[in-house]
């Protein structure tokens, strides 16, 4: 039977059992669209990772002889969506089913169960083959339970697929080494060159340049350099493993001006379009920890294995629990504007100006900068959480709804009451501090909570605690926090909350 199948611009993997024959009767499509470039503005590096690694996953199934039809950008009939670029081809073809697999985010899981109602022919969807779970076991895993807790989760998946496992227990005979991954980087063990591809790109940047497509961060080489094929993404997964893996748990929370990724894999984008799955980066790691790693503590192992089968899978099952009425929260009620200098990095500072820079340069950022500098601050500073999932879906090449979301939203804003995080991620500049050296260099003391040169973080962390003390003094992990709040003196807050205040109505002058 004559069979469309799409394929998504992060579904690009080639071990998909779709590949496994070659039926002459099967037509594949990819499209470049103005529908995907514009639903939010993206980071110029993002559009272009993703058309060039679907221009290059095309090409591996045209050598392979598959029938492909690809539309570019420009290409005349390509009309820019989705339902109707799907059934020109159709037609096209005299195609009698279509085929898809089942789409990540929620906005492409409506258009397409709409459209195969629309259709007069059969259709059928397939699973990604890309996850360890589908999009539904978590749910079911925490049904009847309060809290869905991360930490839960994530040791059913360590059972249930017997990674890092000794029998029944865990192996090393802990189940987290959450604890020793709290170190400050601080120059003592070298950070190795990182490894970068030199994917020439020239023509899809002049194509986004063309099209007037509004794009935020920089570009300013012409080479891409995160992974684009299976290849190179097997290849920075196998840079990690000799590398960085050694340190990676060591040095996962920590900042540094002069380092980007520090023991970071940067798999984030390879892993999000599916060049590579969740299982064959933790049988990579295990495998080569296994073989050479005898000076590799568990540690390091455990903490990234963590971050893949446990945050990872964790979040997708999330999204999938909670949406679509997940993407409106607001529990906290902020409200405010996100400052300027979030699209710009142009600020006094400079935790704030490190991770914004890295973001504008890189579409990077790792976890801690997200987490407790960019989040924390838009937290503090009680941003309306649209607002701040807009700037996250947009900066960062590996940010795709499924995974930006509870992290944003809920991770990072409590913005969905806890559902997630069991309480607020904020913190005055003393941990930024304890964490970094951006302090070293800045022009606020992190030290001082009032006066010109009081570091922003610090009026602002207990402003928040107070004007939100009605929705989170019941907390029972916020209990330490208020009892401090408690014992301070009522002027002192009042000025603090002055101070606050002035951050709030104009945060890029600060
Ligand atoms: P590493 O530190 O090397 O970690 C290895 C891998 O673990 C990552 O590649 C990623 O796949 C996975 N991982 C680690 N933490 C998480 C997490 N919290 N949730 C899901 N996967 C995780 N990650 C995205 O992939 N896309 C996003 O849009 C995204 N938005 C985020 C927004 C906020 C506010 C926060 C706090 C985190 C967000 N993350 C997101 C999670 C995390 O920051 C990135 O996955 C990570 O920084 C990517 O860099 P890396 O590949 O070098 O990661
Ligand atoms: Fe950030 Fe405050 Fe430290 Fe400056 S002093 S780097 S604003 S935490």
């Known amino acids: 039977m004559k069979t469309l199948r799409l394929i998504l611009g992060d579904q690009l993997n080639s071990k998909h059992s779709w590949y496994k024959t070659n039926d002459k009767n099967v037509v594949y499509c990819l499209f470049e669209m103005r529908q995907e470039t514009d639903y939010v503005t993206h980071h110029i590096q993002k559009i272009i990772g993703f058309f060039a690694a679907m221009r290059a996953f095309s090409n591996h199934l045209k050598t392979n002889n598959f029938k492909v039809v690809y539309y570019k950008l420009d290409d005349k009939d390509n009309t820019q969506d989705l339902v109707k670029n799907l059934k020109q081809l159709i037609k096209k073809h005299d195609i009698k089913k279509f085929e898809y697999q089942l789409p990540d ?20 969807a397939f699973s990604t083959e890309h996850f360890y779970t589908e999009r539904e076991d978590l749910k079911a895993f925490f049904k009847g339970k309060k809290q869905y807790l991360m930490e839960n989760f994530y040791r059913d998946m360590r059972k249930k697929h017997d990674i890092l496992m000794a029998g029944k227990q865990p192996e090393g005979g802990k189940w987290n080494y959450d604890k020793s991954n709290r170190n400050k980087w601080k120059g ?15 023509n899809i940047v002049e194509l986004i340049k063309k099209s ?8 300013d080489t012409k080479t891409f350099s995160y992974p684009i094929t299976r290849a190179q993404a097997l290849d920075q997964l196998k840079y990690f493993c000799e590398e960085l893996l050694i340190h990676f748990g060591d040095y996962q929370d920590a900042m540094h001006t002069d380092e980007v990724y520090l023991f970071h894999s940067r798999l984030s984008f390879a892993m999000n379009i599916k060049l590579i799955s969740a299982k064959n980066i933790v049988d990579t790691v295990l495998n080569y920890w296994r073989k050479h790693g005898d000076n590799i503590d568990i540690s390091q192992v455990e903490g990234f294995i963590r971050q893949i089968i446990g945050w990872r899978e964790y979040m997708r099952g999330m999204y999938w629990a909670l949406m679509p009425d997940y993407k409106t929260e607001n529990h906290l009620e902020n409200t405010n504007k996100i400052p300027e200098f979030y699209w710009t990095g142009n600020t006094k500072m400079n935790c704030l100006k490190n991770a914004i820079t890295n973001s504008l340069d890189n579409g990077y950022a790792h976890h801690i900068q997200r987490l407790m500098v960019t989040g924390n601050f838009a937290l503090l500073a009680q941003i309306n959480p649209d607002d701040v999932d807009a700037w996250y879906l947009g900066i960062y090449v590996d940010a795709l709804e499924w995974v930006q979301l509870p992290n944003t939203r809920g991770m990072s804003q409590f913005a969905d009451g806890g559902k997630i995080a069991t309480k607020p991620y904020v913190s005055s500049g003393s941990y930024i501090n304890k964490m970094s050296n951006y302090c070293d260099n800045c022009h606020y003391d992190k030290k001082e909570k009032l006066g010109e040169k009081a570091c922003p973080f610090n009026s602002l962390y207990w402003n928040f605690l107070d004007d939100k003390r009605s929705i989170l003094v019941n907390n029972r992990r916020m209990g330490m926090m208020y009892s401090l709040l408690d014992k301070m003196e009522k002027d002192q807050l009042v000025n603090i909350k002055k101070r606050a205040q002035s951050i709030i109505e104009n945060p890029d002058n600060f």
């Open 212 to 219: 007037d497509i509004k794009t935020i961060g920089k570009f």
């Open 105 to 124: 985010e929620y906005r492409i899981d409506q258009q397409l169960s709409e459209f195969c109602k629309s259709l007069d022919i059969e259709s059928e």
């Open 188 to 202: 003592e063990h070298q950070i190795p060159t990182y490894k970068y591809f030199k994917n020439d790109v020239s």
